[in-house]
């Protein structure tokens, strides 16, 4: 073992980022060895035929009334068949998404100590800064280090990292917008389900819905295919909106294949997630994703995972319930489903499995 591998080993609980950059590291510790299922391993590349949707906001929010029903028609589509899709035209500013991520990779550049601040000691901690997924449960780890932060609009109390000086007010008001582009994107999958459009917003208290700030760095793997960046699940709220520096890695599972996302520049990466699954009474299934790592570059991302508010319980839509479907999942309330999620191994939809109703 590499003398490195031995210092690290004795605080593996920090960040794979210092790992990384230790110098002369050709090989990764055991315990970031990712097993693999070999029948999903393969990534298809892109097939022209069978690619993922782009659905363009613009169209949802300023087009004619039929080139709205039409995109509604298509995103409504591509939440039945992919549960992912690229979002153009969403009026975000390019300029400030790219500065939200040069905050992100400062934050990331603070010094261990600097960075222990945001810590956190418990999974609902509003602010918590860390590496894999829960290092507390894992034998393996992930290649990826993460700040996570809870943003609950009901909360007045809450306090964003200012470190580096600006973060805090850049990724608020990015989330703010974020939740705007959300509401409108939830209002037109309510009409593409048949349902009225105010439907989830109003069955999700939507207004004081949790939105989840998570940013991601990967740094680069000397063996990028023995790790694994974050391995399959599906995330906990209803709709997560991605974007990232330039460097792709994430993938989306698509009828049994493993698909790389090429994200077109100033787009947004979206997937559904469980509580639309629960809520559209399994119409629309959550996407199952995952994150590869690669040996030349560091990615950041940055997932706003945008739920229902934390006291809401959460159950399908009696208006998608009939005789030949029944409800399929039990209700629960968002708060405890999200803390089941985080306090258990990140493994597929495993989770979701806990509320499926034995019909
Ligand atoms: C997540 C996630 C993907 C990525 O944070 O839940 O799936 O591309 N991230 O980093
Ligand atoms: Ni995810």
């Not at 995330?235 to 974007?243: E, I, P, R, S």
């Not at 319980?313 to 489903?337: F, H, N, T, V």
Request: net charge negative; hydrophobic share 35%; charged share 25%.
């Amino acid at each position: 073992m590499h003398w490195t591998q031995v210092v690290y080993l004795e605080d593996r609980m920090t960040c794979v980022k210092k790992l990384a950059e230790s110098p002369g590291l050709t090989s990764i510790p055991s315990f970031y060895t990712y097993t693999t299922n070999p029948k999903l391993d393969e990534a298809v590349s892109e097939d022209p035929e069978d690619s993922i949707p782009v659905i363009d906001f613009s169209l949802l929010t300023s087009g004619t009334p039929q080139q709205r029903s039409q995109a509604i028609q298509e995103l409504g589509k591509a939440c039945k068949d992919w549960g992912f899709f690229l979002l153009i035209n969403h009026g975000v500013p390019e300029k400030q998404m790219e500065a939200v991520i040069e905050y992100i990779r400062g934050f990331f550049d603070l010094t261990e100590e600097e960075k222990r601040e945001f810590e956190g000691k418990n999974l609902l901690d509003p602010i918590r800064c860390g590496t894999s997924f829960n290092t507390s449960l894992e034998n393996v780890f992930f290649w990826r280090d993460f700040l996570k932060i809870l943003i609950n609009p009901d909360d007045h109390e809450f306090q964003f990292p200012n470190k580096p000086a600006g973060f805090r007010e850049a990724s608020l008001d990015y989330c703010k917008r974020i939740r705007e582009v959300a509401r409108e994107l939830l209002k037109a999958i309510s009409v593409s389900l048949g349902l009225e459009p105010c439907y989830i917003e109003k069955a999700t208290n939507l207004e004081s819905g949790l939105q989840v700030f998570i940013a991601n760095l990967y740094p680069p793997c000397p063996q990028p295919e023995l790790a694994m960046g974050l391995p399959p699940h599906s995330d906990h709220g209803l709709l997560t909106l991605v974007m990232q520096n330039g460097i792709g890695g994430l993938q989306t599972l698509h009828n049994g294949n493993w698909v790389n996302v090429n994200a077109i520049p100033n787009s947004f990466l979206v997937n559904t997630a469980d509580q639309l699954e629960i809520l559209s009474n399994g119409k629309y299934k959550s996407n199952v994703h995952r994150a590869v790592v690669n040996n030349k570059a560091t990615r950041m991302s940055l997932a706003i995972a945008n739920g229902p508010s934390l006291e809401t319980m959460i159950r399908p839509a009696p208006e998608l319930e009939s005789k030949e479907q029944a409800a399929a999942y039990i209700g629960m309330k968002y708060k405890d489903y999200m803390e089941l999620q985080q306090g258990n191994q990140l493994d597929g939809k495993s989770c979701l499995d806990r509320v499926r109703a034995f019909n």
